[in-house]
């Protein structure tokens, strides 16, 4: 089982930056990849980016040039860099994780930004 806690969400202007965080836990050896989704008020959900185990990376093109996800492996942790931000960014950004057998996600952090 894996658990997934995303945090650094908010309200910033247009043209600012967030950092969102997603911090996991449990049996991560399982884990291949790691991402982002998000879903906007009456749309459905959306994937944003994805990294790899390996490193490898990709991203929707809606966000492509504006958004960088990395990730820490000594904490476990997972970062999504929102530079440049729009207010069709808002919406509530989650986390999650894949492994052969099974997807997991957090309970998701909400981004709003402001024209």
């Known amino acids: 089982q894996v658990q997934l806690a995303e945090s650094g969400g908010g309200l910033v202007q247009a043209g600012g930056s967030l950092r969102l965080s997603c911090a996991a836990s449990?049996?991560?050896?399982?884990?291949?990849?790691v991402g982002w989704y998000r879903q906007a008020p009456g749309k459905q959900r959306e994937w944003v980016t994805t990294?790899?185990?390996?490193?490898?990376?990709n991203y929707a093109d809606s966000i492509k040039g504006r958004f960088t996800i990395s990730r820490d492996n000594a904490k476990n942790t997972v970062y999504l860099q929102m530079n440049s931000l729009k207010t069709e960014d808002t919406a509530v950004y989650y986390c999650?994780?894949?492994?052969?057998?099974?997807?997991?996600w957090g309970q998701g952090t909400q981004v709003t930004v402001s024209s």
């Open positions: 449990g049996s991560l050896f399982s884990i291949s990849a």
């Open positions: 999650f994780g894949s492994s052969s057998w099974s997807d997991y």
């Open positions: 990294i790899t185990r390996s490193g490898s990376t």
